[in-house]
């Protein structure tokens, strides 16, 4: 066989599993329709946390839960999967508001980052807010 023609083989086949992949729903992300999605999906991780109270993102590819203790529980889609986390004042560097129901959050976490979340309402934004304040550096030292 001609090297032209194995090329083309193989940039056609590599072409139709891509392909077969995006149309079977490969490619597809996560979405967490409702609160309860987001807590069912939290407690496949996190079985003995109670959750007070959860807001999802606009896009539903995120979820914040309020938990005992001051700590909040986080689902964040991840392609076709949920990555689930627990943060508590301490692990936030910064909150900033970058629109009037959008946050960004930048975590001292170098497994997580943070990211910018933007919310339905301020009022779902401002919640989260509360849940996330960053600890004062005298607070993060006695903890």
Do not use: Y
Not at 7 to 35: C, F, K, M, P
Not at 50 to 68: I, N, V, Y
Request: aromatic share 6%; with cysteine; charged share 20%.
């Amino acid at each position: 066989m001609s090297l032209p023609v194995l090329v083309v083989l193989v940039v056609v086949g590599i072409a139709a599993i891509v392909l077969a992949v995006h149309l079977t729903g490969g490619t597809r992300n996560a979405l967490l329709v409702d609160e309860a999605a987001a807590r069912a999906r939290f407690a496949v991780d996190h079985p003995r946390e109670q959750p007070k109270r959860a807001c999802l993102t606009a896009t539903g590819d995120a979820a914040f839960l309020e938990l005992h203790g001051g700590r909040t529980g986080i689902v964040r889609s991840f392609g076709g999967n949920f990555l689930t986390r627990i943060v508590t004042a301490s692990d936030v560097a910064r909150l900033e508001r970058a629109a009037a129901a959008s946050l960004v959050v930048v975590a001292r976490d170098f497994t997580w980052r943070g990211g910018r979340f933007d919310f339905a309402t301020a009022t779902d934004a401002d919640r989260v807010a509360e849940w996330l304040v960053p600890a004062t550096e005298e607070q993060r030292r006695l903890a």
